[in-house]
């Protein structure tokens, strides 16, 4: 009986969301993302991870993290592609975009 209710408590919730555009725009930030994420792979020949952050329905942050610095790159070259990548595929800036790298313990 809790598994039933559990369901139908998430259909109610689907479906405010799906009401309020939340979906949708959760949809076309997942396709925006993985759209830079494959230009920028493309580019510097190291796969990021990209996430969007929205802030009550404004687009507030654009995350990019690698799980390494890229090779025979300097970060300003490769913070100039991001901004470009992102601003392809977004239809507007984010407040803010923060670029990051994972460094190997030595």
Known sequence: MRAFHMRVLMLVCLLCLSACGQVDMARTSLERSQAVAAELKEIVGVQPSVSVRW??????????EFDEIPPGLPTDLLAELTRAAVARHFESAPRRLKLSFDLAPD
Do not use: A, M, Q
């Open 55 to 64: 802030e009550s329905r404004e687009f507030s942050e654009v995350l990019i």
